[in-house]
């Protein structure tokens, strides 16, 4: 099976960094999403990782260690708009096709 | 990036009617598509994976009598809340994964408040 742990919970302050972890366990590595969640509405794509090292997008960066089952996603400049849930997932396998999601990390930008 | 988009956005109906939402991949074709529910401040709940020309896949502890799916085509997917009741008021959001990745790209969700 796949188990996914992340954070329930993080609070950081408008203009700073913040960094999410995530570990993971799969029977099949087949790489990692990080998806954005504001309050009320459907996720939506950040980043994938599938290679060992950082991958960097803008304000949002993600590093992946497989060695580790280990994953991070790094905000930097913070805004209030980054407020919302933030999700590991990794694709199905082991012969599923279904994806696992953590339960999410819930970001709280604050002034 | 992909897009997929649901219909309706939002429903309001009395208790013992039955709803039906729609799941649409605009600009690619899904053979899989997946069906979540959503409580408030809760995580995603995978419900079943609708799967274009065969039986949809239940999650364990969904009624598939009263969820019904249907893939009708590679860019359609319903799903019906047959009987809805208030505790079937939630977030209804669906997903198709697109890509050699499987990228999951999410519909808008549909909101179901059963009175």
């Known amino acids: 099976g796949q188990n996914i742990d992340q954070p329930t919970e993080m609070t950081a302050t408008e203009g700073a960094i913040v960094q999410i972890n995530c570990t993971y366990q799969?029977?099949?590595?087949?790489?990692l999403f990080w998806y954005q969640q504001h309050a009320g509405e459907a996720p939506t794509f950040l980043s994938y990782?599938?290679?060992?090292g950082l991958e960097e997008k803008g304000r949002f960066s993600s590093f992946l260690s497989r060695s580790k089952g280990y994953s991070y996603l790094l905000l930097k400049e913070l805004q209030m708009k980054d407020s919302a849930s933030y999700l590991c997932a990794v694709p199905g396998s082991g012969g599923s096709y279904i994806p696992t999601f953590g339960r999410g990390t819930s970001l709280i930008v604050h002034p | 990036g992909a897009v997929v988009s649901q219909h309706p956005s939002w429903v309001i109906c009395k208790s013992g009617t039955s709803v039906k939402i729609e799941c649409r991949s605009l600009?690619?074709?899904?053979?899989?598509m997946f069906w979540y529910r959503q409580f408030p401040k809760q995580s995603l709940m995978l419900m079943a994976t609708?799967?274009?020309?065969?039986?949809?896949?239940?999650e364990q502890g969904v009624e598939k009598d009263k969820f019904l799916i249907n893939h009708a085509s590679l860019t359609l997917s319903t799903l019906t809340v047959t009987s809805a009741h208030p505790e079937d008021s939630s977030f209804y959001i669906c997903?198709?994964?697109?890509?050699?990745?499987?990228?999951?790209?999410f519909g808008p969700g549909t909101r179901l408040l059963v009175l």
């Open positions: 997903s198709a994964p697109q890509g050699v990745q499987e990228t999951q790209y």
């Open positions: 990782n599938v290679l060992d």
């Open positions: 600009d690619f074709q899904a053979t899989t």
């Open positions: 609708s799967n274009e020309g065969s039986k949809a896949t239940y």
């Open positions: 799969t029977s099949g590595f087949n790489g």
